[in-house]
């Protein structure tokens, strides 16, 4: 199971660090990526971390803004998110697919609740 929290409202320009936390699984043997979900949009994938610890990024307006960083001792993973956009609201979603990273939600076997990320001024 995946618990995601961290969300809230920024202003433009702000950060913030969405967290998600595993429980009952081999927490370093997973990819744990995140996706997102505007308003009125389908759900798109947007970082990755493989179980190796290498980063993919599946969305080309968050590169040089967003990070992903991993703590496998805390099974833990975070997504760091600076100079945020109103483009950037969404509800946030962590999930956990075994070793690699793919970008296909089909592929993910577990899901967090989602977290609320709300950019404006």
């Known amino acids: 199971q995946l618990q995601a929290s961290g969300g809230g409202l920024v202003q433009p320009g702000g950060s913030l660090r969405p967290s998600c936390v595993g429980s009952g699984l081999d927490f370093e043997d997973y990819a744990m990526g995140w996706f997102r979900q505007a308003p009125g949009k389908e759900r798109e994938a947007v970082l990755c971390?493989?179980?190796?610890?290498?980063?993919?990024y599946y969305t080309d307006s968050v590169k040089g803004r967003f990070t992903i960083s991993r703590d496998n001792i805390k099974k833990m993973v975070y997504l760091q998110m600076n100079d945020l956009k109103p483009e950037d609201t969404a509800v946030y979603y962590c999930?956990?697919?075994?070793?690699?990273?793919?970008?296909?939600?089909?592929?993910?076997?577990?899901w967090g609740q989602g977290t609320l990320v709300t950019v404006s001024s």
């Open positions: 971390t493989a179980a190796s610890g290498d980063s993919t």
């Open positions: 999930a956990a697919d075994f070793w690699s990273c793919k970008e296909s939600e089909p592929f993910y076997d577990a």
